[in-house]
């Protein structure tokens, strides 16, 4: 076999293999038979001025219609109240397809409609690009939680937070913690849950990430207090399972402020 047909022959099979691997991962289900979500959460780095204005009508005029229209939605976006690199922009797509999330990008420059409403954003100059920087991050919810819950849409804040875990093993206990009564505790304290995922592809790995949700901060705090003194809660975090050594390194906690243009 000469080289190129010996690539060309490597390439189709590693395409073959990806697409079926695609596949499975994009049915992925709950044991109860539900399709769990998948995530990519969009952490744009911002610069204070016009270019911040030029980004906001680029999520809400070009980025959010597009994916509505490959069946992403709701789609969040949020301003960075509290916490370090403000300005920033979030943006939370969800999808039961990771496919889509994966290669969103590419299919975004096929879509004349989204080309000719994002061109401003994207042929904006060198020295005044519509953000500074952007982070993404792939994650899977969790099997008890497997789609996103909005919110009733009011006046309303969110909080996102990062669980970083030492080892794999602690990760996966902590993640176990939530399947063992967590999600209820929240539930009783007030808390407003969104959605719980786990990152596949992303910094700071191993990690968990949720978002809760609150009237205010006076709401948030209340709420908080009431998860923090249940009795629920001191005995699972006393677990002999979960408490003989720390099973979270860091937390990163973040308070986002949805934009007029949210769909969350």
Same mark, same amino acid.
């Given at each position: 076999?000469?080289?190129?047909?010996?690539?060309?022959?490597?390439?189709?099979?590693?395409?073959?293999? %990806?697409?079926?691997?695609?596949?499975?991962?994009? $049915?992925?289900? +709950?044991?109860?038979?539900?399709?769990?979500?998948?995530?990519?959460?969009?952490?744009?780095?911002?610069?204070?001025?016009?270019?911040?204005?030029?980004?906001?009508?680029?999520?809400? $005029? !070009? #980025?959010? *219609?597009?994916?509505?229209? #490959?069946?992403?939605? *709701?789609?969040?976006?949020?301003?960075?109240?509290?916490?370090?690199? +403000?300005?920033? %922009?979030?943006?939370?797509?969800?999808?039961?397809?990771?496919?889509?999330?994966?290669?969103?990008?590419?299919?975004?420059?096929?879509?004349? $409609?989204?080309?000719? !409403?994002? !061109?401003?954003?994207?042929?904006?100059?060198? +020295?005044?690009?519509?953000? #500074?920087?952007? $982070?993404?991050?792939?994650?899977? !919810?969790?099997?008890?939680?497997?789609?996103? +819950?909005p919110p009733k849409k009011e006046k309303r804040i969110f909080q996102l937070r990062m669980y970083e875990s030492p080892t794999y093993g602690a990760h996966v206990r902590k993640v176990e913690m939530f399947h063992n009564g967590e999600f209820d505790i929240f539930q009783s304290s007030g808390c407003g849950q969104v959605f719980y995922g786990d990152t596949l592809v992303g910094s700071h790995m191993p990690n968990l990430t949720y978002m809760l949700t609150f009237e205010d901060m006076n709401h948030l705090d209340t709420s908080w207090k009431a998860f923090q003194t249940a009795p629920e809660w001191k005995k699972l975090s006393s677990s002999e399972r979960y408490a003989y050594e720390p099973i979270v390194s860091n937390i990163s906690n973040l308070i986002l402020t949805p934009t007029s243009y949210s769909q969350i």
């Amino acid at each position: 076999m000469e080289r190129r047909e010996f690539l060309t022959a490597s390439l189709a099979a590693s395409a073959l293999a %990806l697409t079926q691997q695609n596949s499975a991962v994009a $049915e992925m289900q +709950t044991p109860a038979g539900k399709p769990r979500e998948y995530y990519q959460i969009r952490k744009y780095h911002l610069q204070s001025g016009p270019q911040g204005k030029l980004m906001e009508k680029y999520v809400a $005029e !070009a #980025l959010i *219609p597009a994916v509505n229209r #490959l069946g992403i939605s *709701p789609v969040g976006a949020f301003n960075l109240t509290y916490g370090s690199d +403000t300005p920033t %922009l979030y943006v939370l797509l969800p999808s039961t397809n990771v496919e889509t999330l994966v290669t969103l990008d590419l299919k975004l420059a096929q879509d004349a $409609e989204f080309m000719k !409403a994002a !061109a401003p954003a994207w042929s904006a100059p060198a +020295t005044a690009p519509a953000f #500074l920087r952007m $982070e993404s991050s792939l994650l899977i !919810a969790f099997e008890g939680w497997p789609k996103l +819950t909005p919110p009733k849409k009011e006046k309303r804040i969110f909080q996102l937070r990062m669980y970083e875990s030492p080892t794999y093993g602690a990760h996966v206990r902590k993640v176990e913690m939530f399947h063992n009564g967590e999600f209820d505790i929240f539930q009783s304290s007030g808390c407003g849950q969104v959605f719980y995922g786990d990152t596949l592809v992303g910094s700071h790995m191993p990690n968990l990430t949720y978002m809760l949700t609150f009237e205010d901060m006076n709401h948030l705090d209340t709420s908080w207090k009431a998860f923090q003194t249940a009795p629920e809660w001191k005995k699972l975090s006393s677990s002999e399972r979960y408490a003989y050594e720390p099973i979270v390194s860091n937390i990163s906690n973040l308070i986002l402020t949805p934009t007029s243009y949210s769909q969350i």
